[in-house]
């Protein structure tokens, strides 16, 4: 681990905060830190502040879209170049949670590899092979290089984000099952908890759909009003405690996933229109392999989902509308395997620097 003391002796651990998509996370190098896992964990809750819920005491935005962590290396894979171990931070737990991996976050990743050396850039465009250790999958990562550098600069908007950049394509061909072993972890499109149908699948994303109004609610209800309805989240909370160990996940009491996705008709001329809570407060918007999974779910009819898109006759682009706009979901056929998926999204630094920890590294 390579920390430099400073400020009266407490050491300085670098970092990048970039912002992902939707999302922000402290970006590191894993050789900046410490091998061991538990030590390593230390310094980042120590960063971060991962005993406060306001995370006060450190860099954490107090929030689950702001409080996220990316550790970067090369890759020791021959299909890769990059390793990317993703770590969402528990508030208030003082806990990182490494079971999911984070789409968004990744969309900064070939950005932070190819700005910090780890990679060489290209004149033109350059193509980064990301491997997600979380979920033990692949990624392409396609980005503009003029003259050998990274652009930020391009007219790309992305729901949830203000102005426009550059776009950053993400190709996923095989992601599929890639947290539960298997698209539909249960073994059938749909299931029955609790007299509630709901759909589990994964491809990039364990997510279990249900329709709103099964739940007493419309689905056009603000992520506040959602948040706010004690009696909802706790009957969503019991069918996610209780469908989480059928799809193989286990207890999932103390993971953020599955992550649970209501569906209602589309308002917006997209295909379906969704709340996602990650897991227990709900989103501002959708996970970008969240949205992949409910893209996939609506293009099969025997889902949950399939049974109330609105669709085009062959459309491979699925829009998938959230609270602060839509995501774009393009899905290509595979022989034998569930579709491949390719999205844009867009990335840029915030700062690049030292965090002080508060207490020896």
Not at 113 to 140: F, Q, W, Y
């Amino acid at each position: 681990m390579d920390t430099t003391a400073s400020y009266s002796g407490l050491p300085a651990l670098p970092c990048v905060w970039m912002r992902g998509g939707t999302s922000k996370a402290a970006f590191f190098q894993a050789a900046d830190l410490p091998a061991d896992p538990a030590e390593r964990d230390r310094l980042l809750l120590g960063a971060m502040d991962g005993t406060d819920a306001r995370q006060i005491d450190g860099i954490g935005g107090g929030h689950p879209l702001t409080t996220k962590i990316a550790i970067i290396s090369r890759s020791s894979r021959d299909d890769a170049d990059i390793d990317y171990l993703f770590g969402q931070l528990v508030i208030g737990a003082n806990r990182i949670d490494y079971a999911p991996t984070c789409g968004n976050i990744l969309a900064a990743v070939a950005p932070f590899a190819l700005e910090e050396g780890l990679l060489p850039c290209s004149d033109g465009e350059t193509r980064v092979r990301i491997h997600m250790v979380n979920t033990k999958s692949l990624c392409e990562a396609v980005l503009p290089t003029p003259g050998g550098k990274v652009s930020y600069q391009g007219h790309t908007r992305i729901s949830g984000v203000p102005g426009s950049a550059a776009a950053i394509e993400l190709r996923f061909a095989d992601v599929a099952g890639s947290s539960c072993g298997a698209l539909y972890p249960t073994g059938q499109a749909q299931d029955v908890v609790g007299g509630v149908a709901v759909s589990c699948i994964d491809n990039g994303m364990p997510v279990v759909l249900l329709r709103a109004a099964d739940l007493g609610i419309t689905g056009y209800e603000s992520p506040a009003e959602l948040d706010a309805n004690d009696s909802f989240k706790r009957e969503l909370e019991a069918i996610r405690l209780a469908i989480g160990p059928r799809m193989g996940l286990g207890d999932v009491s103390a993971r953020v996933v599955p992550k649970m996705t209501l569906l209602a008709a589309p308002i917006t001329g997209g295909a379906i229109h969704t709340r996602t809570f990650i897991p227990k407060k709900c989103h501002d918007a959708i996970g970008v392999l969240g949205a992949a999974s409910v893209a996939t779910a609506c293009a099969d009819p025997a889902t949950v989902a399939g049974a109330m898109a609105v669709l085009e006759d062959g459309a491979a682009a699925i829009s998938v509308e959230h609270p602060t706009g839509e995501f774009t979901i393009r899905l290509t056929a595979q022989p034998d395997a569930a579709p491949a998926v390719a999205l844009i999204r867009t990335a840029r630094p915030l700062f690049r620097g030292q965090v002080l920890l508060p207490y020896p590294a």
